[in-house]
C-alpha cells in the first residue's frame, strides 16, 4: 500500500477544463447534490479501507518566516486572491498509483450546474516513504 | 452498571487514593488501570461494592507502581501497605478534583483534556479520539498538564467559575467520533450541581439541557444545520428541556444573577415556543440586555442584534449591529440574515456568498452557501 495526496485548489493548476460559476450561482437542488457527492465520496473510501485523513481548510491564513534572533516572525498575507490556493484534501492509502488517478477522476466528476460533473483539476501527490525499500 | 456509572465513581476513587498518601498524578494512572480491569472483569464476575473495589485495585496498582518507581531508584519503599480507613466525605474530594483539574495554572485545552480523564474517566484514547488528535499528543497534554499541577495541595479551595468555563468548552465541542462530549459535559455538571448549591452551577446545568433538548432537530439526516426557524419542534427532547426549565426556575429564584442563567433563560424562552412565530423576542431582547451587562461580551451583542430584528424588525437589528466590529465572527452572517428579513435579497444573497467564505465549520459553510444559493435562484426566477 502507498499513500497519496488528493489535493484540491480553490484555484490554481492547469487551466479549468470547463468554466463553471460560484456555487452560490448554482440552484440549491445542485448545491445539495454536490454536497451529497462530496460526502458519499469519503464515506467510499472509508468503506473500502483507503481513508487515510480529509480535511477542509479556509481560504485565510499567511505565509510566516523567522526573522533573526529576538525578533518577532514575519507574516506576510493573507493571499485570498492569489492564483493558487488550496481548499482541502484527502490523504488515501492504496494499492498503486492507478488507483490514486482512478479515485482522483473520480473526485473530479463532482457533479455541478445541471448535475454535470464539473471536471475539476486535482493534484495527486506520492507520499515519501518513512522506511527504505531497497535490498542490501 | 454501565459505563457512565462506572465512570461516576472515578473522581471519589482518585480522591481516597489521594488521601492515603498518593500523589495526584499517581492515583490518577493507578484508577485509570484499575478502571481497565474493571471493563475487563466485571462483566463476568461483579462486584458486590463496585468502589471498595475500585479502591482495593487501584491502591494494589498504585503500590505496584510506586515499588517499581522505586525499586528502580534504589530508595526505600516507605508507602504502607496497609490500607488507611477513609476520614472524610466523598463529595469533598470529587469537588477538589474539579478544580484541580481546572486549575488556573493549566491552558484551556490542558484543564479540559484533565477534567475528561480524572474527572470524567474517560481514556486517552476516548479523548484523543473525541478531539481528533492522535493518542500520543492527547497522552503528552494530560501528563503535562498533571505535572502542572502536582505543586498544588489538593485541598486547596477552586473557583467554580472556572470549573463552569471548563465544562462549558467540553459541551460546546459536540459530537464527534464515539465520544458524545456534549453529553458527558452534562454528566459532569449534573455531579458537579449534586455537589455544589451555586447558582450558576445550575444556570450552566440548565443551559445544557436546553441545548441538548434541541439538538436533535438542529442537524438534517444529511448532516446539514437547521436553523431555529426551521426546525421540527415535536423532534425535541421535552423531557430535558422541562428539566432544564426547572433547573433554571430554582436557580433563578435565588436572585443572584449570573451569565450562564441569563442564557439558559434565552434558551428557555426558544424552547417554550411551540412555533417559531410565537418566540416572546421581547423578552428574548431583554435578557440579551442582561447578558451584555454581565459579560460586556461582543458575541452576545451580536446575537442582541439578531434578537432586535426579530423584535423590532429588520432594519432596528441592521442599526444594533453597524455599532459591533464587522470582523466579529458571524457579524456577516447576522448582516445577511436581517438584510433577508428587510426584503433586500440581492445584498442578502452577496453577504451570505461572504460570509460562506469566512465561516470556520464546513456545516455553517455549507449552510451559508446553501443560503446564498437559494436566493440567487429566487432572484433567476
Not at chain 1, 467510499?44 to 479556509?58: F, I, K, P, S, Y
Not at chain 2, 469533598?92 to 484541580?100: E, G
Request: charged share 25%; glycine share 6%; proline share 7%.
Amino acid at each position: 500500500m502507498a499513500k497519496y495526496l488528493l489535493l484540491k485548489h480553490y484555484r490554481g493548476g492547469p487551466a479549468p477544463a470547463v468554466d463553471f460559476a460560484p456555487m452560490d450561482q448554482w440552484t440549491p437542488d445542485e448545491v445539495d447534490a454536490h454536497m451529497r457527492f462530496m460526502r458519499d465520496f469519503a464515506a467510499r473510501l472509508e468503506e473500502t479501507g483507503e481513508l487515510v485523513d480529509a480535511q477542509a481548510l479556509r481560504p485565510d491564513g499567511a505565509f510566516v518566516r523567522y526573522d533573526g534572533e529576538g525578533r518577532p516572525p514575519v507574516t506576510d498575507g493573507p493571499f485570498i486572491e492569489t492564483k493558487d490556493l488550496i481548499a482541502g484534501w484527502y490523504v488515501i492509502d492504496v494499492e498503486s498509483w492507478d488507483r490514486a488517478v482512478q479515485l482522483a477522476g473520480e473526485l473530479s466528476a463532482a457533479p455541478g450546474p445541471g448535475g454535470k460533473p464539473i471536471y475539476e483539476w486535482l493534484e495527486v501527490r506520492p507520499f515519501l516513504n518513512d522506511t527504505p525499500t531497497g535490498t542490501e | 452498571m454501565n459505563e457512565p456509572q462506572l465512570r461516576d465513581l472515578v473522581p471519589e476513587v482518585i480522591g481516597v487514593l489521594v488521601r492515603r498518601g498518593a500523589d495526584f498524578a499517581s492515583a490518577e494512572d493507578a484508577v485509570q488501570d484499575a478502571l481497565v480491569e474493571a471493563v475487563r472483569v466485571w462483566p463476568d464476575d461483579p462486584p458486590r461494592d463496585p468502589k471498595g473495589w475500585l479502591v482495593t485495585v487501584a491502591w494494589r496498582k498504585f503500590l505496584d507502581a510506586a515499588r517499581a518507581d522505586t525499586s528502580r531508584r534504589r530508595r526505600e519503599v516507605r508507602i504502607e501497605d496497609e490500607p488507611l480507613p477513609e476520614p472524610v466525605e466523598a463529595v469533598d474530594d470529587t469537588l477538589r478534583l474539579y478544580f484541580l483539574c481546572a486549575h488556573p495554572s493549566l491552558t484551556p485545552a490542558s484543564s479540559v483534556a484533565l477534567t475528561l480523564r480524572a474527572v470524567g474517566g474517560l481514556t486517552t484514547r476516548q479523548i484523543a479520539q473525541a478531539y481528533l488528535v492522535p493518542e500520543a499528543t492527547m497522552a503528552q497534554r494530560i501528563s503535562r498538564a498533571k505535572r502542572t499541577v502536582s505543586g498544588v495541595r489538593f485541598n486547596q479551595p477552586g473557583d467554580v467559575a472556572t470549573v463552569l468555563r471548563v465544562l462549558y468548552l467540553v459541551f460546546n465541542e459536540g459530537y464527534s467520533g464515539n465520544i458524545d462530549l456534549a453529553a458527558e459535559a452534562i454528566r459532569l455538571t449534573r455531579q458537579l450541581a449534586a455537589m455544589t448549591h451555586h447558582e450558576e452551577v445550575a444556570g450552566l446545568l440548565a443551559l445544557m439541557l436546553l441545548h441538548h433538548g434541541r439538538r436533535p432537530a438542529r442537524t438534517g439526516p444529511d448532516g446539514r444545520l437547521v436553523p431555529l426557524a426551521e426546525q421540527d419542534r415535536g423532534l425535541w427532547d421535552t423531557r430535558l428541556i422541562a428539566e432544564g426549565i426547572e433547573v433554571l426556575q430554582a436557580a433563578l429564584a435565588r436572585d443572584r444573577l449570573g451569565e450562564f442563567q441569563a442564557q439558559a433563560a434565552i434558551a428557555a424562552l426558544h424552547a417554550d415556543a411551540r412555533r417559531f412565530e410565537v418566540t416572546d423576542w421581547v423578552q428574548i431582547v431583554e435578557w440579551y440586555d442582561e447578558l451584555v451587562r454581565l459579560t460586556d461580551s461582543p458575541v452576545a451583542r451580536l446575537n442582541r442584534a439578531v434578537a432586535v430584528g426579530e423584535a423590532d424588525g429588520p432594519r432596528a437589528g441592521l442599526a444594533a449591529l453597524a455599532e459591533l466590529d464587522p470582523a466579529l465572527p458571524r457579524h456577516t452572517a447576522a448582516a445577511a440574515f436581517l438584510h433577508e428579513r428587510d426584503a433586500d435579497p440581492v445584498t442578502a444573497a452577496r453577504l451570505y456568498a461572504d460570509a460562506a467564505r469566512s465561516a470556520a465549520s464546513l456545516p455553517e459553510r455549507d449552510h451559508l452557501t446553501r443560503q446564498a444559493a437559494r436566493l440567487n435562484a429566487q432572484l433567476r426566477r
